[in-house]
């Protein structure tokens, strides 16, 4: 049984991993030069890969200490440092048995709340929320064990930005106050949402203000795409045909995750010695579609009707860049531009819109498509 080329875990091995050679080279050389680095990206285009496959090139994998965590889904200061916590003991502390009683008698202020394997007598992270009374203080005790390791430390910490949605104040000053002072380990921020990220990094009145090496991941290249899918298709005995690849990445916007996943189901699809043509695609695409229309109408449920119209209209023109217009608004039959301005706010907050080079456009070319469906 052959393995399906087009992976769709971040996790992708070399074999499978498609181009993003350039990217690539300079990630690996800020982290061998210490450096910490931003990477911005449109979502689901692969930067979440691009890190796993950097982390597991050898010049990484066999000299430095690496740590990956998702914060998207964190509310507060206290679950941030409970989940860089969880994830630093299980990826550090389990390295060695030093290395764990190295943490639990590092993080003083968790003292007493470790639990204990019963069959290895070794500590476990199984601290919960409420443990964690004085966060900030346990996130120093965090870095300073970081800072013993026996490598340097890379630390990616995906959706950064979602640190700004903290109730707490002043998150980003003591984070960049701890961060600064680190020599053994250094950081990778990532994002989806470039607006926010540039006012964190690139305005001179915030915290990390160039405090970072900046790394832009785009779409990957439609003709290098379609080389490694017919590629891929060939090691199998099978075929696909260009048209095919350009239909499905000119209709996602090329958008990584969704390319990856029509030729995924594609690839499955196609027999020994059979093509997969424009019409399997779409045949894919419309099953993918399906599959994620209560996803995408419960994704609306809290959307005014207001803000709703504005995001239709948004979809209905893919891309706009005079959004307070007279034209924009009277074509879309919209109540006023001071009332599109009040809705594009809202929906550029809920990242359901996205704002590039002064354009406004769905976040979700899914998304745009089942709406315009």
């Not at 074999?15 to 449109?42: G, H, W």
């Not at 299980?90 to 639990?104: D, G, I, M, W, Y």
């Not at 929320?129 to 990616?156: H, R, W």
């Amino acid at each position: 049984m052959k393995t399906n080329p087009f992976v769709l875990s971040p996790a992708i091995p070399d074999e499978y991993f498609c181009d993003r050679q350039t990217e690539s080279a300079s990630l690996i050389k800020s982290f061998k030069n210490q450096e910490n680095v931003v990477l911005i990206s449109p979502r689901r285009v692969g930067k979440t890969g691009l890190i796993y496959h950097c982390f597991n090139q050898p010049e990484i994998h066999d000299n430095f200490i690496t740590v990956s965590i998702d914060i998207l889904h964190t509310t507060s200061f206290q679950e941030f440092v409970k989940e860089l916590g969880a994830a630093v003991f299980n990826t550090v502390a389990k390295r060695s048995e030093k290395l764990a009683k190295l943490f639990v008698t590092t993080l003083r202020s968790l003292s007493g709340s470790f639990g204990i394997d019963p069959t290895t007598y070794m500590p476990t992270f199984d601290i919960k929320l409420g443990q964690i009374n004085m966060p900030e203080y346990t996130l120093d005790e965090i870095f300073s064990y970081l800072e013993k390791a026996d490598k340097p430390c890379i630390v990616a910490i995906d959706e950064f930005q979602q640190i700004t949605k903290y109730q707490e104040k002043n998150i980003e000053a003591l984070l960049r106050g701890c961060i600064q002072k680190l020599v053994n380990t250094h950081f990778v921020f990532a994002s989806s949402e470039r607006r926010l990220m540039n006012e964190m990094f690139f305005s001179d009145k915030r915290p990390f203000f160039q405090s970072a090496t900046l790394l832009q991941l785009d779409s990957i290249d439609l003709q290098i795409y379609t080389a490694f899918a017919v590629k891929q298709f060939l090691l199998a005995e099978k075929s696909i045909e260009p048209e095919a690849v350009a239909w499905a990445y000119q209709t996602f916007d090329g958008t990584t995750m969704y390319v990856h996943k029509l030729l995924h189901d594609c690839y499955a699809d196609t027999q020994t010695g059979e093509t997969c043509d424009t019409t399997a695609m779409q045949y894919a695409a419309e099953q993918l579609i399906q599959q994620n229309a209560k996803r995408l109408q419960e994704l609306l449920a809290y959307v005014t009707e207001q803000q709703k119209e504005v995001l239709y209209a948004i979809a209905a023109d893919k891309y706009v860049s005079r959004i307070t217009s007279s034209d924009f608004v009277k074509r879309h039959h919209l109540k006023s531009a001071s009332a599109v301005q009040s809705a594009t706010k809202r929906l550029l907050d809920l990242d359901l819109i996205t704002e590039q080079h002064k354009s406004y456009s769905v976040s979700d070319p899914l998304l745009r498509i089942w709406i315009v469906r």
